[in-house]
C-alpha cells in the first residue's frame, strides 16, 4: 500500500545553516505531494506541495521537488532561521492521505 | 475568514468513561478527515466524510470509536469506554473536496488525556 518514509529526528542546526529533510513514498499510482509544518502549539499548515512528476514546491524559502524516479520529495531550506523551528511532516494523496512521522527541527542562535 | 476549529482544546478524562471531541469545518468544505497524533507518532488517519456519501470509516482502531457529521458540517468523533492508550491529540481537517488530493485545512486539535 501507500506509505510515505521521512528522516527521522529530532534535527537541530545552527541558524543560517542548510537544512534538508528527507522523504520518500511508495505509491501505486500518481500521488500528490506535501510538506505540512506544524509550529510549536499550533495546528498543521501546508508549507508547500507538487502535484506531478518534476514539479517543484516552494514556500518561505523551503523547496521541494517531486523525484519520480527516485520517489523523493526531499525539504531543502539554504538558510534556516530561529522562526523555522517546528515539526515537518512530509504526506502523499492518492485517494487518501498518507502522512510520515513527522521531524522535529530546532534552529538555535 | 475562520478557520477549522475544534472544542474542547483539552480533554482530561477518567478510564472507561465517554468523550464527544468536536469539529467545525471551514465553511463550504464538503470533505472533513479526523486524525489522531499520538507522542512520537506520525498522523494516522481515523475517518474521512465527503458530502453526502458514506464515510471512510477504515482508519477506526476499534468500535469505541465512532464518528458523525450533522448537515455535512460540523462533525463529532464520540470515543466510548476510554482507556489510557486513547490519550493523544485528535485533529481534524477540512478540504474543499472533490479528489481526496486536495490540500487540507488542520484544526488546531483536542488534547484528549485519559487517567
Redesign the interface.
Given at each position: 500500500g501507500d506509505s510515505v518514509t521521512q528522516m527521522e529526528g529530532p534535527v537541530t542546526l545552527s541558524e543560517e545553516a542548510f537544512l534538508t529533510i528527507n522523504c520518500t513514498y511508495t505509491a501505486t499510482g500518481y500521488?500528490?505531494l506535501?510538506w505540512?509544518v506544524q509550529y510549536p502549539g499550533?495546528?498543521?499548515?501546508?508549507l508547500l506541495?507538487a502535484?506531478k512528476a518534476d514539479d517543484k514546491g516552494s514556500n518561505k524559502g523551503f523547496e521541494a521537488t517531486y523525484r519520480k524516479e527516485t520517489t523523493s520529495f526531499h525539504l531543502e531550506k539554504g538558510s534556516v532561521q530561529v522562526s523555522d523551528s517546528a515539526v515537518y511532516?512530509c504526506?502523499l494523496?492518492?485517494?487518501?492521505?498518507?502522512?510520515?512521522?513527522?521531524t522535529s527541527l530546532t534552529v538555535i542562535p | 475568514g475562520a478557520g477549522v476549529s475544534q472544542s474542547p482544546s483539552n480533554k482530561v478524562t477518567e478510564k472507561g468513561k465517554d468523550v464527544e471531541l468536536r469539529c467545525d469545518p471551514i465553511s463550504g468544505h464538503t470533505a472533513l478527515y479526523w486524525y489522531r497524533q499520538s507522542l512520537g507518532q506520525g498522523l494516522e488517519f481515523l475517518i474521512y466524510f465527503q458530502g453526502n456519501s458514506a464515510p471512510d470509516k477504515s482508519g477506526l482502531p476499534s468500535d469505541r470509536f465512532s464518528a458523525e457529521r450533522t448537515g455535512g458540517s460540523v462533525s463529532t468523533l464520540t470515543i466510548q469506554r476510554t482507556q489510557q492508550e486513547d490519550s493523544a491529540v485528535y485533529l481534524c481537517a477540512s478540504s474543499p473536496g472533490g479528489p481526496r488530493i486536495e490540500t487540507q485545512y488542520f484544526g488546531p486539535g483536542t488534547r484528549l488525556l485519559v487517567l
Amino acid at each position: 500500500g501507500d506509505s510515505v518514509t521521512q528522516m527521522e529526528g529530532p534535527v537541530t542546526l545552527s541558524e543560517e545553516a542548510f537544512l534538508t529533510i528527507n522523504c520518500t513514498y511508495t505509491a501505486t499510482g500518481y500521488p500528490s505531494l506535501f510538506w505540512y509544518v506544524q509550529y510549536p502549539g499550533e495546528g498543521l499548515q501546508l508549507l508547500l506541495k507538487a502535484t506531478k512528476a518534476d514539479d517543484k514546491g516552494s514556500n518561505k524559502g523551503f523547496e521541494a521537488t517531486y523525484r519520480k524516479e527516485t520517489t523523493s520529495f526531499h525539504l531543502e531550506k539554504g538558510s534556516v532561521q530561529v522562526s523555522d523551528s517546528a515539526v515537518y511532516f512530509c504526506a502523499l494523496s492518492e485517494g487518501q492521505f498518507y502522512f510520515g512521522t513527522g521531524t522535529s527541527l530546532t534552529v538555535i542562535p | 475568514g475562520a478557520g477549522v476549529s475544534q472544542s474542547p482544546s483539552n480533554k482530561v478524562t477518567e478510564k472507561g468513561k465517554d468523550v464527544e471531541l468536536r469539529c467545525d469545518p471551514i465553511s463550504g468544505h464538503t470533505a472533513l478527515y479526523w486524525y489522531r497524533q499520538s507522542l512520537g507518532q506520525g498522523l494516522e488517519f481515523l475517518i474521512y466524510f465527503q458530502g453526502n456519501s458514506a464515510p471512510d470509516k477504515s482508519g477506526l482502531p476499534s468500535d469505541r470509536f465512532s464518528a458523525e457529521r450533522t448537515g455535512g458540517s460540523v462533525s463529532t468523533l464520540t470515543i466510548q469506554r476510554t482507556q489510557q492508550e486513547d490519550s493523544a491529540v485528535y485533529l481534524c481537517a477540512s478540504s474543499p473536496g472533490g479528489p481526496r488530493i486536495e490540500t487540507q485545512y488542520f484544526g488546531p486539535g483536542t488534547r484528549l488525556l485519559v487517567l
